[in-house]
Each structure stands twice: as C-alpha cells, then as structure tokens.
C-alpha cells in the first residue's frame, strides 16, 4: 500500500521522483499549479508539452487523463499532466477527478516513479469543493494498485491542508 504525507507548502520546491501537475487541457501553461510548474521548471516543459501536443494531444488532454513530459528545471525527474475536471453543482464528476490520480499512478508506475507529489486537483479556479476533493483523493490514491511507495500531497494553503487531513483521519478510522 502507498505511503500517503500531507505538507503545506509549493509543489514546485518537493524533491520527488515525479510531480503532478494539475493542467489546463491545453497543456501549454496556465495559472496557479500550472503555471507554477511551467514558471519554475523552464521552457524544457514547454517544449515537451508542444511536443505532445503536435504528435498525439492535438485536441489537447482530456479531463482524467495523465501524460508525463521532463521536469525541466524542477527537483524531480518527470512532471505528471493532469487535467480535473470543472466543479458541477448538477452533474456528478467525481470519476473524472477520481481518474485524475489513478491516471498519474498508472504513469508513474510506467516512468518507475516511487515518489509522486500530488496538488488538490481541481481545487483552484475549476472550483471543485476542498473537503470533496480531499476524500477524492486520498481515497483513490489509497485504493489504486501502485508501486509508487510514497504519495506526498503538497496543499497550498492552510484551508486546503485541514481539509485533507480530516479526510485522512477519516479513512485511517475506516481503515
């Protein structure tokens, strides 16, 4: 079973095997973990976004899915795309987000990842409820069939950073 930690702090500073970028479609950068990621790892991420985006994402990467490019400058060997879905208060999108992280272990598990950092997909500007979001995400990562040995979530901020750990102790009473 994977090894779950919660930190406060800026994914783009964790020293890991690979982080998870929480995407735009586009895959070409955009705000706040997306952004982050681009700004701190330098244009070798870029280029290797519009290197996919030539060859096999010209429509762009679909919600749920997962594509890994280098990391650039960052303290990791590869950066994990992601895109989550946009918050729904009429449809339920939870499979999306769901996907989101078992999509990133596949890929991690593909690269030989054994250290992810996660960021709370979708929580930012697609809106998607914190609490919601962190029982989604602690409880896929926890149920998905990894070698990764250690997923590391890195919460922005100290709302975000409560939220997760209640869902945490939540599942670990659950067991």
């Keep these: 079973m994977v090894g779950i930690t919660l930190v406060r702090g800026d994914i783009t500073h964790e020293s890991v095997d690979a982080i998870v970028n929480a ?6 950068g955009g705000g706040g973990v997306d952004g982050a990621v681009h700004r701190r790892g330098g244009p070798e991420i870029l280029e ?3 290197a996919l985006r030539a060859s096999h994402y010209g ?3 679909p919600a749920g899915q997962a594509v890994a490019t280098t990391a650039g400058r960052l303290d990791a060997r590869w ?27 596949r890929v991690a598990d593909e690269l030989g990842a054994r ?22 995400a602690l409880t896929t990562v926890r149920d998905t ?14 709302r975000a950073q409560a939220a ?11 067991g």
Aim: charged residues 25%; negative net charge; proline residues 3%.
């Design 79 to 105: 950066v994990i795309h992601t895109v989550g879905p946009v918050w729904s208060a009429s449809e339920d999108r939870s499979a999306v987000l769901a996907s989101c992280y078992r999509e990133s272990l």
């Design 23 to 28: 995407a735009n479609s586009s895959l070409l």
């Design 59 to 61: 429509r762009g990467l």
């Design 145 to 158: 069939d990894t070698r990764v040995t250690e997923a590391r979530f890195v919460l922005f901020d100290d």
């Design 115 to 136: 250290s992810v950092a996660f960021p709370a997909v979708s929580t930012g500007v697609y809106r998607w409820p914190i609490d919601d979001a962190a029982r989604i």
């Design 164 to 174: 997760f750990e209640r869902a945490l102790a939540a599942l670990d009473a659950a």
């Design 48 to 50: 290797a976004c519009r």
